[in-house]
């Protein structure tokens, strides 16, 4: 079992920065791939920018260019750097990472974007 804890959401107003964390715990070795989401209300989740071994990374449109995703192995940890935030960036936003082919989330943390 692998346990993720989100942190590092808040307020913020439009053009400023945060810097999310995702802290794994438990069964850690083997993680391949970790990624992290936002969610709005009536949505569904959108993936924005994962790290997969060897610390290839990829992004969506949406966020790239402004989104930094990148981790800290001797601390378990995945980040989120999240530049130049728009109001459009408001949601819940998650980790997620695969471990020998299971999936686990985290519980989420709330980014708000004010203009």
């Known amino acids: 079992q692998v346990q993720l804890v989100e942190s590092g959401g808040g307020l913020v107003q439009a053009g400023g920065s945060l810097r999310l964390s995702c802290a794994a715990s438990?069964?850690?070795?083997?993680?391949?791939?970790t990624a992290w989401y936002r969610q709005t209300p009536g949505n569904e989740r959108e993936l924005l920018a994962n790290?997969?071994?060897?610390?290839?990374?990829n992004y969506a449109d949406s966020v790239k260019g402004r989104f930094t995703i990148s981790r800290d192995n001797a601390k378990n940890t995945v980040y989120l750097q999240m530049n130049s935030l728009e109001p459009d960036d408001t949601g819940v936003y998650y980790c997620?990472?695969?471990?020998?082919?299971?999936?686990?989330w985290g519980q989420g943390t709330q980014v708000t974007v004010s203009s």
């Open positions: 997620k990472v695969i471990r020998l082919g299971q999936e686990y």
């Open positions: 790290i997969r071994s060897g610390d290839y990374t």
């Open positions: 438990g069964s850690t070795f083997g993680i391949s791939y």
